[in-house]
């Protein structure tokens, strides 16, 4: 095995031998002539539209970029970070991924002062459909990448922002980070995959309470039912965040990526089917460098250097 995407394994119902999971570039993009065909890709960061991307040492940081909105999300913000996921599934060098956002929010949901005025006069159910399955691609995309992702909330987090976090493999708050599904106070349903998400999270009973009632959450609270991993005092947040993504960073991106996929289907599949995948994805291992890389290092008492190889 030569690369990341030839080890990496699909781990499913009925399926017992490896496949290539290699990037699909057209499974999870938005349609020609959508606004994401005349965005830049700035291969080692910069500024887009409404978000920042900025790469070191193998840590991809997404910022999203509209603090005077508290960061609400626009149609151009999901293929934004679309275009951003393509990148990172693609790039071997992308180690791990963080989303913030910028300034004192996190992501306050969707920005309902964009087109959503009216809406049931101007385009009906077809057009807020084709917005939402850009939604719901950017949700899943989000889930599917093999590169872990670490969520660093540092303000509030409401509706689909608040599940962008949960999207993520870690959830990391500031000490000021609020939290709320507000869905319902805003007359929505919930999105961004939160029914799929919160249940696994906190229990069905404590998801359906976050969503029909739609409290706003301290941080403390939020880590007590088990919404964040961690809450960290304010001052002492971005080290924490940029400590975090670092270990993220020098870890074994096949394995990981295998454990990822272990852990996110572990709900769908029996304990024979998921002893069966860790076989094949353990075995799969073992055929690789960073592995053998894993053992010398033990063995030389040094810490290993992986290269998803």
């Known amino acids: ?3 990341a995407a030839a080890t990496t394994v699909a781990i499913s119902l009925g399926r017992t031998e ?3 999971v290699g990037l699909n570039p057209t499974a999870l993009r938005y349609r020609r002539g959508e606004p994401g065909d005349r965005l830049a890709r700035p291969e080692r960061g910069g500024t887009v539209e409404t978000i920042t991307v900025e790469r070191a040492e193998g840590v991809v940081t997404v910022t999203l970029n509209r603090p005077r909105k508290k960061n609400a999300m626009t149609p151009t913000m999901w293929v934004e970070l679309l275009e951003v996921f393509d ?4 790039d071997r060098a992308d180690r791990a991924l963080v989303i913030t956002g910028a300034e004192d929010a996190f992501c306050s949901g969707a920005d309902l002062t964009e087109g959503a005025a009216g809406e049931e006069d101007a385009g009906g159910v077809a057009a807020s459909l084709e917005r939402m399955q850009l939604v719901s691609r ?3 995309r989000l889930h599917e990448l093999r590169t872990p992702t670490l969520a660093a909330v540092n303000g509030v987090a409401a509706g689909a922002g608040l599940n962008l976090a949960l999207g993520c493999d870690l959830v990391v708050a500031s000490d000021r980070a609020r ?3 507000i869905f319902s106070k805003r007359g929505l349903s919930v999105d961004f995959g939160g029914s799929w998400l919160l249940p696994r999270l906190v229990g069905l009973h404590r998801a359906k309470e976050l969503v029909f009632l739609a ?3 301290d941080a403390a609270e939020a880590e007590r039912i088990g919404l ?3 809450v960290v005092p304010e001052a002492e947040f971005a080290g924490v965040v940029a400590d975090l993504a670092a270990r993220l960073a020098a870890l074994p991106p096949i394995q990981v990526a295998n454990s990822k996929r272990l852990l996110n289907q572990s709900s769908s599949v029996s304990m024979a089917e998921a002893l069966e995948a860790e076989g094949l994805a353990q075995a799969l291992s073992f055929q690789t460098r960073d592995t053998i890389e894993a053992i010398l290092a033990f063995v030389q008492k040094r810490d290993p250097r992986f290269e998803g190889r």
């Open 215 to 217: 409290d706003i959450i």
């Open 228 to 230: 964040v991993n961690r």
């Open 138 to 140: 950017c949700a899943l």
């Open 1 to 3: 095995m030569t690369s």
């Open 87 to 90: 990148q990172v599934e693609a």
């Open 18 to 20: 490896p496949r290539r």
């Open 179 to 181: 939290f709320s599904e």
